[in-house]
């Protein structure tokens, strides 16, 4: 569950453009999906703050390019953002 908890928080993060809290947060999900099916979270919360990957990464398979899930989460930050008034 703490992935799923983890992933919110950075959705959170990256609309708030908090980048201290969003890399803590990026950190505890490494650790958290290092050996797990949701190692695909870590991706997914730099693609919502438009962070690059680190260099050492094997992406997951994405159902789309992972250039169309980057913009589709970035999307929803942007979104949440404008909703907000950020």
């Given at each position: 569950m703490t992935p799923t908890i983890d992933i919110a928080a950075a959705f959170h993060q990256a609309a708030l453009d908090?980048?201290?809290?969003?890399?803590?947060?990026?950190?505890?999900?490494?650790?958290?999906?290092s050996d797990s099916s949701y190692g695909y979270y870590t991706d997914i919360a730099h693609f919502m703050a438009d962070l690059p990957l680190p260099d050492n990464h094997t992406p997951p398979r994405w159902p789309n390019t992972e250039q169309a899930t980057r913009t589709r989460r970035r999307n929803l930050?942007?979104?949440?953002?404008?909703?907000?008034?950020?």
């Open positions: 908090d980048h201290d809290a969003l890399d803590a947060t990026i950190t505890r999900l490494r650790e958290h999906t930050v942007t979104a949440r953002r404008q909703h907000t008034g950020q």
